[in-house]
């Protein structure tokens, strides 16, 4: 079965996430991943929106982290700072999702703007959640797709904090948490390098070469020793995927 | 009890040029007629305080309403980018926009402080976070048992706080179900807080553990059917999403922006509200 890069991206976020996983969801492509492995391999996995919806199960995707099928179809549904307070805070969170428009090496990422913080280029929506995303879920999966403009040697805003100059950077700080322990693109899986926490590479997705890979990334990639082929997508989570893109689709088309 | 007045009223009496107004709503019970109104009558110099500013603020800076905004996210959600915004931000039109940013658990836990009457707020985080070094209002405490560094910033308490709501009793007690945001925080941080509503009822049904805010917390209740549209309100209508979508072409050019204000904004009243909402189901 054909299908695009963009579908083996989500395919292969998807396949990160377990039915015991509390993941802390953001819009666009978070979201498709989170819903295709609970309509998939993980049925159990718990899906919250910072808008308070806890274990969400939306037929469609929200298009707004504040959707009212996100709260029709929660277990429950709680206020912002609870949300913020009790759960984030309080260790709750298994994954964060996070996504960017800037990434650097360390997996640190910038959503607030390009240029300078004060006269900036482009004044981008700036971090909402991710700030604390970032430090208190256990874990942080990224995805994101690959372009020079996108993957920096350096990024020009600190929105979110991966591993910042990597090694123990984030011990000394005293974050307790994982930080991203994951990375799904377009074009390959990375993760981190055990010693320098430097994001390497370490499947890539049938097809993309290294020279591909070289093109879209601004700094000298790090491969991992053995470097496997991320198995395609399933005809089954094709499907799955394809037909939650149609409810989408159909469900916000219009008016409505 | 609030004062059951029309909406025109409750903006005149309480929102003055300078002071500092949160129209709060996350995606949910945005109150975009009581924005429109704020429009309409010409405010200047306002500080413009919300967690997810979206389509209602890129209106109030585009019409050079506002000179400060406190805020965690900017954008239109699944849409893109404020464009009147990043115009005020990066151009400085029609006037110059200072900014005060900060992340959404900051923001939820400064209104908090607000409504428990608390100079600050503190939280463990903007840890390794850029905002830390660009807004002088994030600053760090240590605990006095642990000797950990903590976050602080300032509580927010707006001068008035303006949210939607489904329904108020009689007595104005207002009901909100759905997604909660920061809509109670809203009301108790603010000085005194205005309240659209979609209808008045003799009995709000609520269950014992509901989401009321008791009406001797509000200032003014008004009536406005489909004041939240094109965000909204659990139960009675769904978000017009097209017209976010549309959102992103109209404010992409500054004449084209003015055009539709005048036409959908300044030409006309509240009452238009009720018809925005009439087709969606």
Redesign the interface.
């Known amino acids: 079965m054909d299908y695009s890069a963009n579908e083996m991206m989500t395919v292969a976020a998807a396949r990160a996430l377990t039915s015991d996983d509390v993941c802390f969801v953001g819009i666009g492509a978070p979201s498709a991943a989170c819903n295709l492995a609970r309509l998939t391999h993980a049925p159990g996995v718990t899906l919250i929106y910072e808008s308070g919806t806890i274990g969400t199960e939306p037929n469609v995707l929200p298009l707004s982290i504040g959707d009212g099928e996100l709260c029709e179809t929660a277990l429950t549904t709680v206020s912002v700072p609870e949300m913020f307070r009790y759960w984030l805070q309080g260790g709750r969170i298994t994954i964060g999702f996070l996504g960017g428009a800037q990434m650097d090496r360390f997996g640190n990422l910038n959503t607030t703007i390009v240029g300078d913080y004060h006269s900036p280029k482009v004044r981008l929506p700036g971090g909402g959640g991710a700030p604390e995303i970032a430090v208190h879920a256990q874990q942080i999966y990224i995805t994101m797709k690959q372009s020079p403009r996108g993957f920096v040697p350096r990024i020009d805003f600190f929105t979110s904090f991966g591993f910042g100059e990597g090694g123990e950077d984030r011990a000394r700080r005293g974050i307790a948490t994982k930080g991203p322990t994951r990375l799904m693109t377009d074009m390959a899986v990375w993760a981190p390098e055990p010693e320098t926490k430097e994001l390497q590479v370490v499947s890539l997705h049938p097809g993309v070469t290294r020279e591909a890979m070289a093109a879209s990334v601004g700094w000298e990639i790090l491969y991992a020793e053995d470097v496997s082929e991320t198995p395609p997508p399933t005809a089954e989570e094709l499907e799955i995927l394809r037909d939650l893109h149609a409810r989408t689709k159909a469900a916000h088309a219009g008016r409505g | 009890m609030p004062d059951f007045i029309p909406l025109k009223t409750a903006i005149a009496r309480s929102v003055t040029d300078g002071c500092s107004v949160a129209l709060e709503g996350?995606?949910?019970l945005i109150p975009h007629a009581a924005a429109h109104e704020i429009i309409r009558q010409g405010r200047r110099e306002l500080t413009l305080i919300r967690?997810?500013p979206d389509m209602i603020y890129d209106q109030l800076i585009g019409m050079g309403c506002v000179s400060k905004l406190i805020?965690?996210?900017?954008?239109n959600?699944?849409v893109g980018?404020?464009r009147r915004?990043?115009d005020a931000?990066?151009n400085g039109w029609p006037v110059p926009l200072e900014i005060e940013?900060h992340?959404?658990?900051a923001m939820?836990?400064a209104?908090?402080a607000g409504a428990s009457n608390m100079p600050f707020a503190l939280?463990?985080?903007?840890?390794?976070?850029?905002?830390r070094e660009?807004n002088p209002n994030i600053k760090t405490v240590t605990c006095p048992f642990t000797g950990?560094?903590l976050a602080a910033f300032p509580a927010l308490r707006p001068d008035v706080g303006i949210i939607h709501a489904a329904k108020a009793d009689r007595q104005g007690n207002v009901l909100i179900e759905?997604?909660?945001?920061?809509q109670?925080?809203t009301v108790l941080a603010a000085k005194t807080a205005i309240v659209t509503v979609e209808q008045v009822v003799d009995d709000l049904q609520a269950h014992p553990n509901a989401?009321v805010l008791p009406g001797w917390t509000i200032g003014a209740i008004c009536e406005v059917p489909g004041g939240a549209h094109p965000s909204?309100v659990?139960g009675v209508y769904?978000?017009?999403?097209?017209?976010?979508v549309e959102w992103d072409e109209i404010a992409a050019d500054r004449d084209r922006f003015q055009a539709w204000m005048q036409a959908n904004v300044l030409d006309v009243d509240d009452s238009v509200f009720a018809d925005r909402v009439r087709?969606?189901?």
Do not use: Q
Request: net charge negative; hydrophobic share 35%.
């Open positions: 996350f995606t949910h967690m997810t805020f965690s996210y900017a954008g959600p699944g980018l404020l915004m990043r931000v990066e940013e992340s959404h658990a939820a836990h209104y908090e939280m463990r985080g903007y840890i390794g976070a850029g905002l660009v950990e560094e759905g997604i909660l945001g920061v109670k925080e989401c909204y659990h769904p978000r017009d999403n097209s017209a976010y087709g969606l189901v």
